[in-house]
């Protein structure tokens, strides 16, 4: 980066040393991965074949890698942004939402990797689809699997770029450089290009989509498997250590576990307000209300507690006027939380205002958990209201996580992981048996790091940091930022904020990665031209990693809507499709190739159905959950049952392939080897 | 289309990496299975507000600062399910030899015999 002209220097100063840190933190991020992608790319230039060292790494990883790069593929942006997010809102009961993680390591590894790893050795094969091509010997077969891996991840790539522009926005927003280049390139737009103000896009994203997707498409595209899996690594590294710095930062601060839970069990949830907002008298020029501000009101009847209240979204007083209207607001309603906050504000209750004056205009109650003090220790959680809806059409809750779907998150969580594609091309490629023991081994310590202690860093969130229930998804970064600055250290904030960041990266880098050796390896040297160049073929890998790259980059400047649906729609629907058909492959000698693509085309459909007829129901983009379970479990038992019904009413698959991949045979010469 | 009867002299012994795997994965999803049995039942009933039932936030129950529901339904069985994971791993799990990798071989060749099987079935 170059230097910022003297009249920048200022911003520099001014921002808070926990901004800076996330800027320091981002660019010493994109040296590290340039670096890695490198030394990748001086990898690929001494491997034989470049198709195998570029898209599964000559299956020589060990067990760091493998298992690094297999949790942090596993954990997306999600694990470090809606994860923190569900604890913070809805407390302890979700712990069991996340409980089967304790299973995960063994499930994501022990079903499927030793055996797909010595299948994919036997057939030569690079990917998925080869997988299932080789194995039945069947075009057809790859090309249907190559056409599912692309819909699917498409949808999710241009979803997680979004993802990481939005963390990376959030940790940039107080950074005094990015909010001058914000409010350039807003200038810039309003007089040259018209393009952002006109379609409702904010200028800080589209900056953040750029440098985000930039950085990740080059070193991709540059270092191939092995720069995705060794910046996966570092990824890795980097969420574990931010769990565990925080975690004891976050103990010290509540006075322990105990004095959290015990909290929390006194809590009720907030009540949803909408407000006027009033000055006295009109300003010249406009009046911000930020988010985070916090307003009273005197107390209720037989109360002596002032009311206390908190703005979910930033609202403006424009010039002129005296007041604005339907100010979301948040209002605490237990006893103890109002007392803390009150004195950790330092300022007189009554000069709390300032010059507004508040006028509740409409309360929404809490769908479930209403006062009902302990609905943050036990379950069913708290389940807010929708403030688009007014009070009478609110639907009914029982609260997050009923029974049906505890359990389909605990089958959901353990066996569709070991359904993802991107999580199979891994199992391809570690070296050895060896690796793979250790590697459960590893993951399932590094799981045990991770998803619990978030658990508990952010059931102490809810008591540290009251009101945020509408801004969840921020909770994160504010309590990076609230934690050490509390201990005087606000430049380990960077560090911290990094591991939402490195999340979702290492995950956007394994699924483009994905999508371009679908492409290149299963559709163009498989199907169109089979005698294509070496040289041409890396040509190929480059440009082809590089444009889905910038495709993706491009729609998500303005994503469509229903992105976050979409994102549980892929991939439950890419688990409903492969997980099964992958199964019979590995482990059913008997299994035909109609069997397994029926079992294939039939988790598809049946998901998809589900899809199709809770939109048409719903009128958005929402499945159909007969008997409420999740469309995965009706997409797997669909796929299970055409399998086994119609296999048997096709004739024996050859018998050299049963030999080939099922009996105890002499070794065959090979033409490579690891 | 072949049948599936073995041709005289072809093997008839299943690959034991084939049957290691195999025997894995079901122990896997008994794993899974027991897991499932213990933790979400545990759970619900000793950590879900039953209908009619008050919850009273002095009668709350904690071990180690968690809700006891939370500490023996889940802290407890992802310490036991590591401890499972470990046994599985280091002693269950057979060490096989994965074998070599029968890449590079004309491609061509092979997607020609590939198309051909296409077409025949």
């Not at chain 1, 979700?94 to 994501?108: D, E, K, N, R, T």
């Not at chain 1, 990797?113 to 050795?121: D, E, G, H, L, M």
């Not at chain 1, 989509?209 to 498997?225: D, E, K, M, S």
């Not at chain 1, 079992?599 to 009128?619: A, K, P, Q, T, W």
């Amino acid at each position: 980066m170059t230097c910022p002209p003297a009249s920048l220097l200022p911003l520099f100063a001014q921002t808070t040393s926990g901004s800076n840190g996330a800027l320091i933190t981002f660019l010493v991020y994109t040296a590290a991965v340039f670096v890695i992608a490198w030394y990748s790319n001086r990898l690929q230039q001494k491997k034989e074949s470049f198709l195998s060292e570029y898209f599964l790494g000559s299956r020589s990883l060990g067990t760091w890698a493998f298992a690094l790069t297999f949790a942090a593929t596993s954990a997306s942006g999600g694990t470090f942004t809606g994860f923190p997010s569900l604890v913070y809102a809805h407390g302890w009961s979700v712990a069991l939402w996340i409980s089967s993680y304790l299973v995960v390591p063994i499930c994501g590894l022990g079903l499927l990797a030793k055996r797909i790893n010595q299948v994919a050795r036997i057939g030569g094969s690079i990917t998925v689809p080869d997988v299932f091509r080789d194995r039945f010997q069947s075009a057809r077969f790859g090309l249907l699997a190559t056409l599912l891996i692309v819909f699917f991840m498409t949808f999710n790539l241009v979803a997680q770029f979004k993802a990481g522009a939005e963390i990376l926005r959030t940790l940039l927003q107080d950074v005094g450089i990015f909010q001058w280049a914000r409010a350039e390139l807003a200038r810039f737009d309003a007089t040259q290009l018209h393009l952002f103000a006109a379609r409702d896009i904010e200028p800080g994203y589209v900056i953040c989509l750029l440098a985000f997707a930039a950085a990740v498409i080059v070193y991709t595209t540059y270092g191939g498997f092995h720069a995705v899996v060794w910046t996966d690594v570092m990824q890795g590294l980097v969420m574990v250590m931010g769990v565990l710095i925080m975690l004891p930062l976050a103990l010290y601060q509540v006075g322990g576990l105990e004095s959290a839970t015990r909290e929390m069990a006194k809590m009720t949830p907030p009540r949803v307000i909408d407000a006027r907002l009033s000055l006295e008298t009109a300003s010249d020029s406009a009046y911000p209300i930020p988010t985070g501000t916090w307003l009273t009101l005197p107390p209720q009847e037989g109360s002596e507690l002032p009311r206390l209240l908190r703005v979910s979204r930033q609202r403006t007083i424009p010039a002129g006027q005296t007041s604005v209207d339907n100010v979301p607001l948040l209002e605490l309603t237990t006893p103890s939380e109002i007392e803390r906050q009150l004195s950790r504000l330092a300022v007189p209750v009554e000069e709390l205002n300032g010059p507004l004056t508040v006028e509740v205009t409409r309360t929404l109650d809490y769908r479930y958990g209403k006062d009902q003090p302990g609905v943050y220790v036990t379950g069913p959680g708290p389940q807010a209201p929708n403030r688009s809806l007014s009070p009478e059409e609110q639907p009914a809750s029982s609260g997050f996580l009923p029974l049906s779907l505890a359990i389909s998150f605990f089958f959901m969580w353990a066996i569709s992981g070991a359904g993802q594609p991107s999580n199979m091309v891994r199992q391809m490629a570690f070296n050895s048996t060896t690796t793979l023991r250790r590697s459960i081994f590893t993951v399932a310590i590094y799981f045990s790091l991770i998803y619990f202690p978030i658990v508990l860093i952010f059931c102490c969130a809810r008591v540290l940091l009251p009101g945020m229930d509408e801004e969840s998804d921020r909770i994160m970064p504010e309590m990076a930022v609230f934690l050490t600055s509390a201990v005087n250290q606000p430049w380990l904030a960077g560090v911290l904020i990094a591991a939402p960041f490195a999340a979702v990266m290492s995950t956007v880098d394994s699924f483009l990665l994905m999508i371009s050796s679908a492409i290149v390896r299963d559709f163009y040297q498989r199907n169109i031209n089979p005698e294509v160049s070496e040289s041409r073929i890396k040509l190929m890998s480059y440009a082809v990693t590089f444009v889905v790259g910038a495709g993706a980059m491009f729609a998500a400047v303005s994503p469509p809507r229903f992105l976050q649906d979409i994102i549980v729609y892929t991939g439950s629907g890419l688990a409903s499709c492969f997980l099964i058909p992958m199964v019979v492959t590995l482990y059913w000698p008997r299994v035909t190739l109609a069997g397994a693509m029926a079992g294939m085309l039939g988790g598809f459909l049946s998901h998809l159905s589900l899809y199709v007829i809770g939109y048409v129901h719903y009128s958005e983009f929402r499945a159909l959950k007969p008997l409420g379970i999740d469309p995965i479990i009706w997409g797997l038992a669909t796929s299970l049952l055409l399998t086994l019904a119609v296999t048997p009413l096709t004739p024996q698959p050859p018998r050299k392939l049963i030999e080939r991949y099922f009996m105890k045979q002499a070794p065959r010469k090979a033409s490579v080897t690891t | 289309m072949n049948s599936g009867s073995p041709a005289p002299g072809a093997a008839t012994e299943y690959d034991p990496v084939f049957l290691n795997s195999r025997r894995e994965a079901i122990v896997t999803l008994a794993i899974w299975a027991l897991s499932l049995a213990w933790v979400v039942p545990y759970c619900y009933f000793t950590g879900y507000v039953q209908d009619g039932n008050e919850f009273k936030p002095e009668q709350l129950q904690t071990v180690l600062g968690m809700p006891s529901w939370a500490f023996w339904g889940i802290a407890v069985p992802w310490v036991v399910a590591n401890i499972v994971t470990a046994w599985f791993a280091f002693v269950y799990m057979a060490d096989d030899d994965l074998g070599e990798v029968h890449e590079g071989l004309d491609i061509e060749e092979e997607i020609a015999e590939i198309s051909a099987h296409d077409r025949k079935a």
